[in-house]
């Protein structure tokens, strides 16, 4: 019984750590438009905000992984 249940925690953190490139690809996909989109609506001509925002989603991003990852180790 015991071993059934260390096979599926194993599978549950395979499943989180699957998981974590698609979550930070989303995010950082999201925050870039969301510059883009101001930059269309304002006119900037340079992306300033599109840059801006990709880095904030790279930010937020990396904080969510080390913080799913540092509940895996737990």
């Known amino acids: 019984m015991s071993s ?5 925690n194993k599978r549950n953190k395979w499943i989180a750590l699957i998981n ?18 101001l930059d269309d609506k ?19 991003a990396m904080y969510n992984v080390i913080r799913q990852v540092n509940e895996l180790n737990k």
């Open 4 to 8: 059934n249940k260390q096979d599926k």
């Open 20 to 37: 974590i490139p698609i979550q930070m690809g989303i995010i950082i996909f999201l925050f870039a438009w969301f510059g883009g989109w």
């Open 42 to 60: 304002y006119g900037n001509t340079s992306n300033p905000n599109r840059i801006l925002f990709a880095l904030i989603g790279v930010a937020i």
